[in-house]
């Protein structure tokens, strides 16, 4: 196949090739199947060819892009130093400089002096690459020397460095193609412990590093042959152990050893036994045990070091209350847990006694802030939320009062402008949604604006209201803007995420476009509502606009997996296998006919489908670029929908986009200037 020719500045039309793919619901034609290969020479023309047309409807509009960017800028404080947090006799800080994209790291003997001495300026990383992405970042237990990995072209595939903090320079053990699932060190730093991943980029093998050898010496400790499993190495907070653990979406198994003796063989903890979830951390004289076992939003129990396999029970199941995670501490554990759409925080006591800690009242996320001191009666955590920006506490949990360590710095804004809400959706099956909704005060309930929704709603991924500069643009100019948080997250409980998943999936895109009829009927103009997502967020905007494409004025859909169904068939590419408990496996029914019913590339017909702004990564591995270059090439092709239609395929870049933060401000504002072009002509 030779290279289409593309000779003007019209939207490119990608050629068609007949190829069938052989299904069990029926063979169908998939004519740009060719754009899956990058080899392919027609494939980069076509994707330069559609970038190039983007860019000529954006440089039309280049004057208010430039404006966007700015207003994004003037907002943000650029010369910023992160609240310093102690580490053993140290502290450490980041920072970000004015005009560099990337973070500095530095520490200090005191909290003052914590930008004393540098550790790693990722600008000097960065700056003979288009891209640069930082893995690791993991100290010795002395503090003396620091693995770091990066990544340069956004295929994550990491390479690691060890830097001598004495004399700031990386010495010459290097360790390539490595994937970044942990990196951990021996107590004495005699040892670092990584993975690597197979062909489909799936972390399958834990490795031993002996500082000074070279990495084919490397020792192989621990391998996971079965592909629904990726695993992780991670250090207990307390730093005595390893654990190895392997996970599917439904099923998990550690192996321990001692951070003092990695030479010895591993310690299994519980054999993997279907759909029983479990993690582990260290508590002094016994494990924690964070599980699913006969508790479907999970409870906390606890293990004698001997028999790590032995349970009992310190925290019960509550039905609905997700417990998400555990940070242990010498005295006291933190639980996270979502209520009722909402995170909390509970401390428990050695004695059992529990408090909860205050994290505010309006609709928030919570965040648990780098807390690496083990032997602290401190706890530090960050909230914000649709208006209020990332403010960092330092909870005393002798007195249960907190203090503000830090509060993002936001110029030329005045933030009592803005009003957020939480409102309730009632979904065509009567279930009710949580919907989040900011806007300017000027711009009153019921004001007939336009209005932006987002979501994602697939693996239990709770998404909480946070702050955003760059929202502000559009509220604003009267627009609202809004947070779902349909079924298929987890949010509201396990079962939550299990309405929304297999053979309930499309219970995730009614929740959505319910929530867009509630947004019409008391926020937004008729067809001026945007819709938004990215990953399987975008499939959650390609699925909702192919079952009502007169639905949104607009939608953005930011490297969505929208060839569910080939990609789902397919085990050789990355990450299809273990996302078979997610998703379901198309080789077979009723999962075929099911998925059939709602991927967006295969049900794209002639239709009013709204404008739409798609984006891909050359190099994701995760959804790969051909996804939604096949499907825009369709919806070219068969036409009906309301224009434009804007794809960008960032050419050195993966799944997250542009790595400086300059460059993601200016993507951003090219969104808002989508979103602000094609919505606001609907109000014309």
């Known amino acids: 196949m030779t290279a289409h020719s593309y000779e003007n500045d019209s939207a490119p039309i990608a050629p068609q090739y007949p190829f069938v793919q052989v299904r069990v619901t029926g063979s169908v034609q998939d004519p740009w199947a060719w754009l899956s290969d990058k080899e392919n020479p027609a494939t980069i023309p076509y994707l330069v060819a559609e970038n190039k047309f983007a860019d000529t409807w954006f440089k039309q509009r280049q004057s208010l892009t430039d404006e966007i ?104 053990d290097t360790l390539i193609n ?105 508590w002094g004289d016994q494990f924690i045990v964070l599980t699913n076992l006969n508790a479907l939003d999970f409870r906390v129990m606890t293990a004698p070091i001997s028999d790590p396999n032995s349970w009992t029970e310190l925290v019960a199941h509550t039905p609905g209350q997700r417990i998400a995670h555990i940070d242990t501490f010498k005295s006291h554990l933190i639980l996270h847990r979502w209520v009722n759409a909402q995170q909390t925080l509970t401390l428990i006591k050695r004695d059992g006694a529990t408090t909860t800690l205050h994290t505010g009242n309006e609709p928030h996320e919570v965040g648990g802030q780098y807390c690496p001191q083990w032997d602290t009666n401190t706890y530090r955590y960050t909230t914000e939320s649709l208006i209020s920006p990332n403010t960092v506490f330092d909870h005393d949990l002798l007195t249960n009062q907190r203090t503000i360590a830090k509060t993002q710095i936001v110029p030329n804004v005045d933030l009592s402008n803005y009003v957020a809400v939480r409102e309730w959706v009632t979904a065509k099956d009567g279930t009710r949604i949580a919907l989040d909704i900011v806007r300017h005060k000027s711009t009153p309930p019921g004001s007939n604006g336009p209005g932006l929704l987002y979501a994602y709603g697939s693996y239990e991924a709770s998404v909480p209201p946070w702050f955003s500069v760059a929202r502000l643009s559009l509220l604003d100019r009267g627009w609202v803007w809004a947070l779902a948080h349909p079924r298929g997250g987890g949010e509201c409980g ?99 006919s099911y998925m059939l019913s709602y991927s967006p590339y295969d049900n ?81």
């Not at 054999?271 to 979830?277: F, L, Q, T």
Request: net charge negative; with cysteine; aromatic share 10%.
């Open 178 to 282: 490595t994937n970044n699932s942990g990196v951990v060190w021996s107590h004495d730093a005699q040892y670092l412990f990584y993975l690597t991943h197979d062909v489909q980029m799936r972390p399958n093998k834990v490795w031993r590093h002996k500082i000074g050898e070279m990495q084919s010496q490397d020792v192989l400790i621990f391998q996971e042959d079965d592909e629904r499993f990726n695993v992780e190495i991670l250090l207990t907070r307390s730093g005595e152990w390893i654990i190895i653990e392997c996970s599917s979406r439904i099923t998990t198994e550690c192996r321990l050893l001692s951070a003092h003796d990695v030479t010895q063989p591993l310690a299994l903890v519980r054999p993997r036994s279907d759909e029983v979830e479990y993690r582990l951390d260290h």
């Open 69 to 172: 960017f700015t207003e994004i800028k003037s907002r943000m404080h650029e010369d910023d130093t992160s609240a310093p947090v102690q580490f053993g006799d140290w502290w450490y800080a980041q920072q970000t400089i004015a005009g560099a994209g990337y973070m500095i790291h530095t520490r200090g003997k005191t909290s003052e002096t914590a930008t004393e001495s540098l550790l790693l300026d990722e600008n000097l990383e960065a700056k003979q690459f288009e891209f640069f992405g930082l893995g690791a970042f993991e100290l010795t237990a002395d503090h003396n020397f620091l693995a770091w990995s990066h990544e340069t072209d956004g295929s994550e595939q990491f390479t690691i460095k060890i830097r001598d903090l004495k004399s700031n320079l990386d010495i010459a």
């Open 494 to 592: 396990r079962n939550w995420y299990l309405d929304g998943k297999l053979l309930n999936k499309r219970n995730t895109f009614y929740d959505i476009n319910d929530s867009a009829r509630h947004l019409y009927a008391n926020h937004v103009a008729p067809g001026a509502l945007g819709v938004r997502g990215g990953s399987a967020g975008g499939l959650m905007v390609g699925a909702c606009i192919t079952f009502e494409p007169k639905l949104y004025g607009a939608a953005i859909a930011e490297v969505p997996f929208v060839d569910v169904i080939n990609s789902m068939s397919d085990p050789t590419l990355p990450l299809t296998i273990n996302e078979w408990d997610e998703w379901g496996d198309p080789r077979s029914e009723p999962l075929a």
């Open 604 to 684: 794209t017909i002639f239709a009013p489908y709204p404008p739409m702004y798609v984006t891909a990564g050359l190099n994701d591995p995760r959804v790969c670029y051909h996804e939604p270059a096949k499907w825009v090439a369709k919806l070219r092709s068969l036409g009906g929908m309301r224009q434009p239609l804007l794809f960008n395929c960032e050419m050195d870049a993966g799944h997250g986009g542009k790595s400086d933060r300059y460059d993601q401000w200016r993507d951003e504002a090219k969104v808002l200037t989508f979103l602000l072009t094609v919505v606001t002509s609907n109000l014309a």
